[in-house]
């Protein structure tokens, strides 16, 4: 039986590390897209399984953007950091978990 490599990480050691951690209170940068009438930047105020509710600069009001199929910036901890929203589309409390220990066969 032939096994298949397995794929490449989507973050590096040291993203993952960064990642595991709180993402309240990190900025974002989501350019315009599909879903997205304008950029949103601000502060990411709350996260769930497939959202980040983020409070624009600008206006200072709520937004929710979702996590599948965004790409865009993070800014955690002075640490610039690209934001791949579908690896990102899991549980903030077991974020940690599917990150750096590759977690339970469910999340793979």
Known sequence: MRTEPAPPPPFS?????????????AS?????GAGLG????????????GTFTVRLAARRRLVRIAKTGRAGTLIVGGAEIPLKGDALRVR??????RLLA????RFR
Request: charge should be negative; aromatic fraction near 0%; charged fraction near 30%.
């Open 92 to 97: 903030p409390e077991d974020r940690t978990k």
């Open 102 to 105: 590759g977690g339970p066969r």
């Open 38 to 49: 304008a950029p949103v930047e601000g502060t990411i105020v709350d996260e769930s399984l």
């Open 13 to 25: 050691r040291v993203e993952a590390e960064t990642l595991a951690g709180e993402l309240i209170g």
């Open 28 to 32: 974002i940068a989501v350019p315009a």
